[in-house]
């Protein structure tokens, strides 16, 4: 079993920054990949980011290019989601995910509780 808790959701004007982060514990060791996705109001969840733990490769999709940074720090079992340039458009609950199995195409099996982020115009 792997727990992720999310953290440093928040109010931010366009243009402003924060970071995600999310602490895993448990069987940490068995996430192959780590991601983030978002959720806004009446739309489904979304892929936003991830990062294999083999290698540190990362995948964005095309709307967070060159503004988002997902990285991971292994001593304390956390993912981070560095946002810059955030857009009212990035408005949404953010979860953090494990991906166990080794596939080409991640399956994500351990979700986080989702933490708010709120860009204003």
């Known amino acids: 079993q792997v727990q992720l808790v999310e953290s440093g959701g928040g109010l931010v004007q366009a243009g402003g920054s924060l970071r995600l982060s999310c602490a895993a514990s448990g069987r940490t060791f068995s996430c192959y990949y780590m991601a983030w996705f978002r959720q806004a109001p009446g739309k489904e969840r979304e892929f936003v980011a991830n990062?294999?733990?083999?290698?540190?490769?990362?995948f964005y999709v095309d709307s967070v290019k060159g503004r988002f940074t997902i990285f991971r720090d292994n001593a304390k079992n956390t993912v981070y989601l560095q946002m810059n340039s955030l857009k009212p458009e990035d408005t949404a609950v953010y979860y953090c995910?494990?991906?166990?199995?080794?596939?080409?195409?991640?399956?994500?099996?351990?979700w986080g509780q989702g933490t708010q982020v709120t860009v204003s115009s």
């Open positions: 990062i294999r733990s083999s290698d540190d490769t990362t």
């Open positions: 995910a494990c991906a166990v199995r080794r596939g080409v195409v991640p399956i994500y099996d351990y």
